[in-house]
């Protein structure tokens, strides 16, 4: 078994799918769990692991016996291997003796996507407990900050949730403290005032709880209660399961709607009276990206969360939706508010015209206090605000709080859970472009929590949303590679950066306008996406797969395993082979599990052979450490992953035939002789001018690949032009090359794919790697114009 065995800091590591809190006290009764997982993926197996965490300090559970039909019980130990074949399932029964109190049960996998496991759950107590069973049913997979439970209570029957603070199991484990978790519940029965209470996990309480509203709320809970709502929302993600304990409880007593609600999100915002949402302002939130502009805030089901340092974080997030504002419009955020939480909603009238963060910025703050005051400081081109504000609130905000901006023609008026606190005038030009962004500035050493943010239409108000950058859809023109390409079975793409698309609309027309495919040219790679051994960094590469399906583009990943653009976790980790393994193989699944059915191509391995003929493979960290069948493993790790990715080897200077090119078909031949999933060969194709492989020489070498089987790919052409001074006859010569290179894929059955390492000469990484010898590489110049080198890839494209 690859995987490392339950021990401090290994648990955090993998993912956690299914904690299901149990409940107590139970005291010396005897307990018995039936627990039923099934696969729902019909291809790949579901591997994981089970576990029972035991009390407040959730430490594994001691003398708990497992049957795993059609074995005898035996004791379950620390933790029990899950294993279900392509639809398979598997019934699991748990007892003890006595003594446990409270726990958690776990299931976690590193591999296994948690949408493919379907669980069912009973709890029984064979003794005691006034013959009374206890069910639990559908836990969240994933835990969010908003829930939205439909409650059934009656005579014999009572209901809870049992709720686990998401970050508590890992925490625990690794003996860390578990900061606190608030969470409000709201429950709205059929006629009357909702009734509100609060409760805590972690920070000194029980990280895990079974909880009964007719407790919470007291005599206030009905004991009938037919279908009542119940809210929850939480300051940092939990867990909610469902609990049911009565007489023979039955399932159909019980219905739930326990999963991260981003509907819950929705009913927080009351529309003003005869009122309306724009397109796409009922949650803003959907819109995403946050983590993209800042890495102090985390997206989670349900809402958004942030924690900052010593400094200020003040976010405009120009990567998500903004607002043009003709007229009269609200904008409602539902925070969370108490002890330790501030922070302010931004809404940014003006973009900084400058370096210094207050030139030219138009800006209001609305936010609130640690007293659960309710704040607003307004910004006009100057470091120290033209208004600022506290408006004191009684009773203090408290839990769930939502705070409401209206504009009416020049007054804004701030409202706090649907009580007006105060207004301005507009006198400082905020809204003066008519066009508003959305941000958030939150002080040092502060915690925030948002579960929803709405634009709201009162009678006669006029606001649209503009989408996400990252979710427009560009035009295709007449003129473009990718209908010609298209037209051939041909995908055309280039490498790019979110950054770039997000902040400049040519850059974003030409791509979605031009190509049918996008490589991550770096937020892919293991430091930008993976810095740390417990940290991911997705949301970059998130926004460069949702502009790929905006556009409908397909997508290459790259890259799964390279000696660069390592961070020093890795490449100096002093790991031994098995654990190397594992991060590895823990690194490669999460990214293309995440990514399965939406990155079409993986480089799974880059620059793995040596320049030196004498070397065959190049001494990186992973042969070191694990030899050269690390490369194997890559490769049957991402197809474990997901079976439907094409998976390549790439590599650079094998583009000719000669030393390394051979040396890179061995390394194939032999890994399709042991059967290892692979299905192509990238060749890079950074080529100089004057010089550039023959269309005949490439073509050979290409047909050798292709008769192994293998799909031969260009992905990461570019030719650069000597500096200084770029004649016309260069660009030319340029033009020429690229139409080589495209002629000689067109001409090879096999090859499906023409990807540039980047399309305008504005960004591109030759002046940087050559010292400044070598520029203009790609088919547009730095002004977006196309160059004859466009012109030659559309021509060559375009005749028969
Ligand atoms: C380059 C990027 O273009 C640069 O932005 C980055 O600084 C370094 O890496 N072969 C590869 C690519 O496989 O990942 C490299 O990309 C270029 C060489």
Same mark, same amino acid.
């Given at each position: 078994m690859l995987l490392p065995a339950f021990c401090a800091g290994q648990l955090a590591a993998a993912r956690i799918v299914y904690p299901q809190a149990a409940v107590g006290p139970l005291g010396s009764d005897e307990f018995h769990i039936e627990l039923h997982l099934a696969n729902r993926d019909p291809n790949v197996p579901w591997q994981g692991t089970l576990r029972f965490l035991d009390g407040q300090t959730l430490s594994p559970a001691a003398d708990l016996t497992i049957r795993v039909?059609?074995?005898?019980?035996?004791?379950?130990?620390?933790?029990?291997?899950?294993?279900?074949?392509?639809?398979? &399932?598997?019934?699991?029964?748990?007892?003890?003796?006595?003594?446990?109190?409270?726990?958690? @049960?776990?299931?976690?996998?590193?591999?296994?996507? +948690?949408?493919? @496991?379907?669980? !069912?759950? $009973?709890?029984?107590?064979?003794?005691?407990? %006034?013959?009374?069973?206890?069910?639990?049913?559908?836990?969240?997979? !994933?835990? /969010?900050?908003?829930?939205?439970? *439909?409650?059934?209570? =009656?005579a014999g029957l009572d209901v809870g949730l049992a709720l686990v603070a998401d970050d508590a199991i890992a925490r625990a484990v690794q003996g860390l403290s578990i900061p606190a978790t608030d969470v409000t519940l709201t429950f709205t029965p059929a006629s009357g005032e909702p009734l509100v209470a609060q409760i805590q996990l972690g920070g000194g309480n029980a990280p895990h709880r079974p909880i009964f509203p007719s407790e919470v709320f007291g005599a206030a809970f009905p004991v009938e209660v037919d279908s009542g709502r119940l809210d929850l929302h939480a300051s940092r993600p939990i867990h909610v399961t469902l609990l049911a304990v009565g007489t023979a409880p039955l399932f159909e007593d019980v219905q739930i709607g326990a999963a991260p609600a981003e509907s819950a999100a929705w009913e927080l915002f009351r529309l003003p009276e005869g009122g309306s949402f724009p397109e796409g302002g009922a949650n803003l939130l959907a819109e995403r990206f946050w983590p993209c502009s800042s890495s102090a805030l985390e997206e989670v089901p349900g809402g958004l969360i942030g924690e900052t340092g010593g400094s200020w974080t003040t976010v405009t997030h120009t990567q998500g939706p903004s607002l043009d504002i003709p007229g009269d419009f609200h904008v409602a955020a539902a925070v969370h508010a108490g002890a330790g939480y501030q922070g302010s909603l931004m809404l940014v009238g003006r973009l900084p015209s400058g370096t210094a963060w207050y030139r030219g910025v138009r800006r209001l703050d609305v936010g609130v206090s640690e007293t659960?005051?309710?704040?607003?400081?307004?910004?006009?081109?100057?470091?120290?605000?033209?208004?600022?504000?506290?408006?004191?609130?009684? #009773?203090?905000?408290?839990?769930?709080?939502?705070?409401?901006?209206?504009?009416? /023609?020049? =007054?804004?008026a701030v409202a706090a859970n649907g009580r007006p606190i105060g207004e301005i005038q507009d006198n400082f030009g905020l809204l003066e472009d008519r066009r508003l962004w959305l941000g958030l500035n939150l002080p040092p050493r502060s915690r925030f929590a948002l579960y929803g943010l709405a634009a709201m239409l009162p009678p006669g108000g006029q606001a649209t949303l503009r989408p996400s950058p990252f979710r427009e859809t560009q035009q295709i023109p007449e003129q473009a590679l990718r209908i010609a390409a298209g037209a051939r079975g041909l995908a055309v793409g280039a490498?790019?950066? #979110?950054?770039?698309?997000?902040? %400049?609309?040519?850059?974003?027309?030409?791509? /979605?306008?031009?190509?049918?495919?996008?490589? &991550?040219?770096?937020?892919?790679?293991?430091?930008?996406?993976?810095?740390?051994?417990?940290?991911?960094?997705?949301? +970059?590469?998130? &926004?460069?797969?949702?502009?790929?399906?905006?556009?409908?583009?397909?997508?290459?990943?790259?890259?799964?395993?390279?000696h660069n653009q390592l961070p020093s976790w890795v490449s100096s980790g002093n790991f031994t082979k098995e654990e190397l393994m594992a991060v590895m193989r823990r690194h490669i699944q999460t990214l293309v599990g995440r990514y399965r059915g939406k990155v079409a191509h993986w480089d799974v391995v880059n620059e793995a052979l040596d320049d030196s003929p004498g070397n065959p493979l190049r001494e990186t960290v992973f042969l070191e450490t694990i030899g050269p069948e690390y490369i194997d493993w890559a490769f049957r790790w991402a197809h474990e992953a997901d079976p439907d990715a094409k998976l390549f080897y790439n590599d650079y200077g094998i583009e000719? @035939? /000669? !030393?390394?090119?051979?040396?890179?078909?061995?390394?194939?031949?032999?890994?399709? %002789?042991?059967?290892?999933?692979?299905?192509?060969?990238?060749?890079?194709?950074?080529?100089?001018?004057?010089? &550039?492989?023959?269309?005949?020489?490439?073509?050979?070498?290409?047909?050798? $690949?292709?008769?192994?089987?293998?799909?031969?790919?260009?992905?990461?052409?570019?030719?650069?032009?000597?500096?200084?001074?770029?004649?016309?006859? %260069?660009?030319?010569?340029?033009?020429?090359?690229?139409?080589?290179?495209?002629?000689?894929?067109?001409?090879?059955?096999?090859?499906?794919?023409?990807?540039?390492?980047? $399309?305008?000469?504005?960004?591109?990484?030759?002046?940087? $790697?050559?010292?400044?010898?070598?520029?203009? +590489?790609?088919?547009?110049?730095?002004?977006?114009?196309?160059?004859?080198?466009?012109?030659?890839?559309?021509? *060559?494209?375009?005749?028969?």
């Open positions: 039909p059609p074995a005898e019980p035996a004791d379950m130990g620390t933790s029990v291997a899950v294993n279900l074949p392509p639809s398979g &399932a598997q019934s699991y029964y748990i007892s003890s003796p006595g003594q446990l109190v409270v726990g958690v @049960l776990v299931i976690e996998s590193e591999t296994a996507a +948690p949408e493919n @496991l379907v669980t !069912s759950f $009973f709890y029984r107590l064979l003794t005691g407990g %006034e013959g009374k069973d206890l069910i639990a049913v559908q836990p969240s997979r !994933s835990p /969010g900050l908003a829930y939205s439970v *439909t409650l059934t209570r =009656r659960g005051a309710v704040t607003l400081t307004a910004f006009n081109d100057s470091p120290s605000p033209v208004i600022s504000q506290e408006w004191p609130v009684d #009773p203090p905000l408290a839990g769930k709080a939502v705070l409401e901006i209206a504009r009416s /023609g020049n =007054r804004l490498a790019v950066a #979110p950054n770039f698309i997000a902040d %400049e609309p040519d850059y974003r027309r030409i791509l /979605g306008g031009q190509f049918n495919m996008l490589t &991550a040219e770096n937020v892919m790679k293991w430091e930008p996406i993976h810095p740390e051994p417990d940290r991911f960094n997705f949301c +970059p590469a998130d &926004a460069l797969v949702e502009f790929a399906q905006a556009n409908q583009m397909a997508v290459r990943g790259h890259t799964l395993v390279w000719d @035939l /000669g !030393s390394k090119s051979d040396r890179t078909y061995q390394l194939v031949r032999d890994l399709k %002789e042991r059967g290892v999933p692979i299905h192509g060969v990238g060749f890079q194709f950074h080529l100089r001018l004057p010089w &550039a492989p023959t269309k005949t020489r490439m073509k050979e070498n290409f047909a050798r $690949f292709t008769e192994l089987g293998l799909e031969v790919a260009v992905t990461e052409l570019d030719v650069g032009i000597p500096t200084p001074g770029i004649t016309a006859e %260069e660009l030319e010569r340029q033009a020429e090359i690229y139409r080589n290179v495209l002629e000689a894929c067109l001409e090879t059955e096999g090859c499906k794919t023409f990807v540039t390492w980047g $399309f305008t000469d504005k960004h591109t990484w030759i002046p940087g $790697f050559t010292d400044g010898k070598y520029d203009a +590489p790609l088919p547009w110049d730095e002004n977006y114009q196309p160059k004859p080198a466009f012109f030659a890839l559309l021509e *060559t494209l375009r005749s028969p």
